[in-house]
């Protein structure tokens, strides 16, 4: 580390300032690079590609924060770590929002312009605003290898997209098909099936009327949530064992509206006798099941409505409306005509967008699909044999049943911006010709009025190939062979099936081995009451707006020790500012180490401690140390915070530092030296403990701490401590436990009755065994020192003194005279007092966990605090009324 790295450390703790001054000086010096060609083990994540357009939400914050700390970590391993960075093209949303811009600023939309142009002025604006997340990123403190950043319409990655899609072309796995798709009328494009919300009580109705027999023998009466699609009814189901239809198969139909019959058909699998009047009218071009039924009874398909949702020329006199216009015009006709049968509220299940809200339509069209299932069969089976593994692993079921029922997926889009879809369309013959390079006649017939598919591929299908095409494939590089499979992918659960299992397939497919070792899941964050975060709600936390105010460390910090396995984060203000109050007091009690330590020279090697305070806090650095490399090998991001927290604030801070202060400030040359050597130890294990959670912070501590031998360029360049470099000593542990047990009864005592801080007080300790005593009296110094005692007696079941302020601990009972320290019959009626208050709280708290109401439909975790409250009131009750006897004995 050159000097000029290192700056005067600050009186007070300034997040923005520490922060400020630390990114780029690690970026520039490379600190975040991987080498292909080093000897070291690779560990690499691809960091999931936000949308170019995107700006950083708190989804972001805490994927950056989980993935930084893994990668910190592993790096101060001694991994040759990868964190790739890079954008997603987010065909849909940029398209979008690049429209809404030209419409606002020059009146212009894309068709005027033509797809060059407006393509042109796409790139323009990614150039241009591209690049804002990557830049929100840094504040963040992601050590993401920059050099090797991404995009997915980059020259390289569209070159891998085009060769997966020509090469699953060739292989038969994907085909072009006419077939009933998820239409969106506003966005004019196609949508996968997982791109639909669907929702399954919208209230509706259930519309029902008459189709005459032909011939006027007759009707049959069929029911529908949307009468508008009668128009393109091509048959109607019955089921063939139906007594009351079976001798109408065969028969027909009159269309009351367009010049044609349908014919009355038996199917067992559309038609539910017992549902509705037991006939169905069946629509193949704009009913999912009706399509299927269709394809069985090879039934005309008739599309009567155009792309933009109205009703076309097949709808006769309807053409030209709205389809939810024409659904009550259809309606109000059949009135007319004598053939509607009533109708009534029905609970409907409608397809929306999920991008935009629009009610979709099933449409019938020509698009491109992927035949998922050869490629889903291996990538179960790499999760059922351990390949690949789910944390948390409740998730694979999750993986599993989409899988195991996978559809073929349509993977084109009617986009401009995008991978345009490698196929020529012939004019003369209709051939599909698919190729690499642009080709100048038809395959099948040698035309050469070609065009290109006009359409775009779905933006998954580039983002499944992120694991490998990020690393030059279909080119053999050193990154590809250094680096796949990634060590973890850490994502969302919400896109197990959009993302996961289709990197799975592509990987496995294309590089023949899984592209991630483990899949690592985090949950939601949401606000402080559970609510999901949203812009109607009004309660969208930014994480920019925290970093400002209180640190990238503290939100990194916040973030970290809420994310436990399984449970969603209750994001607040507080809470970050909470662990700003904590790096506060890591850089403040670093500053008290600091002006002991200032001109001190450590040995080479750390000798080992002499006084009990620094062979205890060094044990419990190594208890700690081991703790939080398991916490973090299990992807307990949160169990390895808290454990860190712990030692540096309730260990460090609050019984190291105050057990060694009378040893510092007039102690002999020898156990000073004894603490400073302690002092270097503790906080160089503390501070690279803490560093993937807090970099910034200990980056800017850690370089002022003088070094053993020679200093590593930065903290991140230094080794991840590991619990055999530090001395366990269990005897030492239990000793001290003892001890603060003691002094933590005299403290309590002292804060519930109220007595100053500065009042020296007369105390006793009474323990179970002669065992126990001895080592109380070898510490009564600190424990005069800590407790604020004047007169101390230390001994084995000692008799409480009358008139005396107790508190019963597990292995030590205190008692402090109260005569001359209180008033005793004033302290005995505010006893007495809060005692009420107590009682009446507990009454309060258990009547409401008695209401069944409550219990079943407050929240779990209301629930669970009021439980907690029970037990914290029950507790502090039998205090109060020991308190109260004692006093008054």
């Known amino acids: 580390m050159t000097e000029s790295w290192k700056r005067p450390l600050d009186k007070a703790y300034d997040p923005a300032h520490v922060e400020e001054h630390w990114y780029s000086l690690w970026n520039d010096a490379g600190l975040f690079r991987a080498d292909a060609h080093s000897g070291k083990p690779p560990y690499c994540i691809v960091i999931p590609p936000p949308n170019v357009t995107g700006s950083l939400h708190m989804g972001h914050a805490l994927m950056l924060t989980i993935q930084d700390v893994l990668i910190r970590w592993r790096r101060m391993q001694g991994y040759n770590t990868l964190w790739l960075p890079g954008t997603d093209h987010a065909g849909i949303a940029t398209q979008m929002m690049v429209e809404r811009e030209l419409k606002k600023k020059e009146g212009k939309d894309r068709h005027s312009m033509g797809r060059a142009e407006f393509l042109k002025r796409v790139w323009e604006w990614k150039h241009q605003y591209g690049n804002r997340i990557g830049m929100q990123t840094r504040v963040m403190g992601a050590s993401v290898d920059w050099s090797r950043e991404r995009f997915t319409m980059d020259e390289g990655f569209s070159a891998a997209v085009k060769e997966v899609f020509v090469r699953l072309y060739e292989e038969g796995l994907i085909y072009r098909a006419q077939r009933l798709i998820n239409w969106d009328p506003q966005d004019q494009t196609a949508l996968s099936d997982l791109e639909v919300d669907h929702e399954e009580n919208f209230p509706g109705e259930l519309f029902s009327f008459a189709y005459p027999l032909s011939g006027g023998q007759g009707e049959i009466v069929v029911s529908t949530t949307r009468p508008e699609t009668m128009l393109g009814d091509t048959a109607i189901a019955v089921h063939p064992e139906d007594e009351r239809y079976r001798a109408l ?10 010049d044609r019959h349908i014919p009355i058909i038996g199917d067992a699998i559309l038609v539910d006798p017992a549902f509705g009047t037991g006939a169905v009218k069946v629509t193949p071009a704009h009913d999912f099941n009706d399509f299927e039924t269709g394809q069985r009874h090879n039934l005309p398909m008739i599309t009567v409505l155009d792309l933009k949702g109205r009703m076309n020329n097949e709808a006769g006199e309807f053409a030209g409306l709205d389809r939810f216009e024409a659904r009550e015009k259809v309606k109000a006709r059949l009135e007319e005509l004598g053939l509607a049968r009533g109708v009534k509220p029905h609970q409907m299940a409608i397809a929306r967008s999920q991008r935009g809200g629009t009610i979709l339509e099933p449409m019938l069209s020509t698009q491109w699909f992927v035949r998922a299932k050869p490629l889903a069969d291996p990538a179960i089976a790499a999760v059922e044999s351990g390949k690949t593994v789910f944390v948390p692993k409740a998730w694979e079921k999750t993986y599993f049943d989409w899988m195991y029922n996978i559809r073929d997926w349509c993977i084109s889009r009617q986009l401009w911006w995008g991978h345009q879809i490698p196929a020529w369309l012939c004019a003369d013959c209709g051939g599909v010709t698919v190729s690499r390079g642009a080709p100048q006649t038809c395959r099948h017939c040698g035309s050469q009025s070609i065009s290109q598919d006009p359409d775009v591929l779905d933006t998954w299908f580039s983002s499944a190939l992120w694991p490998f095409a990020t690393m030059g494939w279909p080119e053999h590089t050193p990154d590809l062979k250094a680096f796949y499979p990634n060590a973890v992918m850490e994502t969302g659960f919400d896109i197990i099936f959009f993302w996961v299992a289709r990197m799975m397939m592509m990987g496995i497919h294309f590089m023949g081995d899984v592209p991630f070792r483990t899949v690592f899941l985090h949950a939601m964050v949401r606000d402080a009451q559970g609510h999901k975060m949203s812009k109607t709600r009004g309660n969208i936390i930014d994480p920019l707006d925290l970093t400002a105010k209180h640190g990238a460390d503290a939100l990194r910090f916040t973030l970290a020790s809420m994310a436990a396995q399984g449970r969603d984060i209750k994001m607040s203000e507080q809470r970050v500012q909470g662990y700003r109050h904590f790096a506060n007091k890591i850089w403040q009690a670093s500053r008290f180490a600091l002006t002991h330590l200032e001109g001190f020279q450590p040995a080479e090697r750390a000798p080992a401690p002499r006084l009990f305070a620094n062979r205890w806090i060094l044990s419990r650095a190594a ?51 004894d603490c400073r050597e302690t002092l270097v130890t503790v906080f160089d294990t503390a501070l690279r403990l803490l560093h993937p959670f807090m970099p910034f912070v200990t980056e800017e501590l850690w370089q002022h701490f003088p070094a053993r031998g020679a200093r590593e360029q930065s903290i991140m360049a230094s080794a991840y401590p590991a619990p055999d470099g530090l001395p366990r000593d269990a005897e030492v542990e239990n000793d001290m436990a003892l001890l603060q047990e003691a002094i933590s009864a005299l403290r309590a005592i002292r804060g519930e009755s109220n007595i100053p801080p500065g009042q020296k007080l007369s105390a ?111 507790t502090r009750l039998a205090r109060l009324e020991v308190s109260i006897r004692d006093l008054k004995a």
């Open 249 to 258: 198969i065969g028969k027909t139909v009159k269309h009351p509206f367009v």
């Open 623 to 673: 208890a700690v140390t081991e703790e939080a490399n398991r916490s973090l090998e299990a992807f307990d991001l949160a169990g390895a915070a808290l454990t860190i927290y712990n030692f540096l604030w309730k260990e460090v801070c609050d019984w190291h530092l105050e057990l060694i202060k009378p040893v510092l400030y007039s102690g002999g040359e020898e156990d000073k030296r």
């Open 764 to 874: 006793l300790l009474s323990v179970n065994t002669r065992v126990d005593a001895d080592r109380l009296r070898v510490h009564e110094a600190s424990i005069r020192a800590l407790a604020g005692l004047e007169n101390l007696v230390t001994g084995e079941k000692l008799a409480k003194p009358s008139l005396s302020l107790t508190l019963i601990g597990e292995r030590v009972s205190a008692y402090v005279p109260a005569e001359g320290v209180i008033d005793v019959p004033k302290e005995i009626a505010r006893l007495e007092k809060e005692l009420g208050k107590c009682a009446r709280d507990l009454e309060g708290c258990k009547r409401k966990l008695s209401d069944e109401q409550f219990v079943r439909h407050a929240p779990a975790d209301v629930v669970e605090k009021e439980r907690e409250r029970v037990t914290e009131l029950e």
